[in-house]
């Protein structure tokens, strides 16, 4: 992760509510409802990463809130945003989805970039408050 608070504690307890380690059929996985999905080479080498969700949106039904954005180009550029639109696009059409939203912490111009050129405009804006502090 290139978030620097985050301890490994973290994010192994937040990966174990995305993901089904008990599930025998790898193909399977695609049909829950929430998940991580990891972009890696055929070395192992993790190169990108997204959290989804399959929820209800009261004005346009189902859609895939995807989430947790990490994409690293150094080799192939584009590739790896490439795969992670790829893999979005197959959990919409399994989930029945009406549209997929991304959220993204400030997104750099290569990352604005993709996803125009891929189609997606902006529709809601998230505005995120700190707890105040005890």
């Known amino acids: 992760m290139t978030e620097a608070n985050i301890t490994l504690q973290k994010w192994q307890d937040f990966v174990a509510e995305y993901v089904c380690t008990d599930d025998p ?3 399977s996985q695609w049909l829950r409802d929430k998940g991580i999905v990891v972009i890696r080479n055929d070395r192992g080498y993790v190169h990108g990463l997204f ?13 895939l809130h995807v989430d947790n954005v990490k994409a690293v180009e ?7 945003l490439y795969c992670m639109r790829e893999a979005m696009d197959r959990l919409l059409r399994l989930h029945g989805c009406a549209a997929t939203y991304v959220a993204v912490d400030e997104p750099n111009m290569r990352l604005k ?22």
């Open 113 to 134: 970039s993709f996803l125009s050129d891929a189609g997606f405009v902006p529709r809601k804006i998230r505005y995120c408050a700190p707890a105040p502090k005890p």
């Open 74 to 80: 150094i080799v192939a550029r584009g590739h790896v």
């Open 51 to 63: 959290s989804y969700e399959v929820r209800t949106d009261i004005s346009i039904g189902t859609v």
């Open 25 to 27: 059929v790898p193909d």
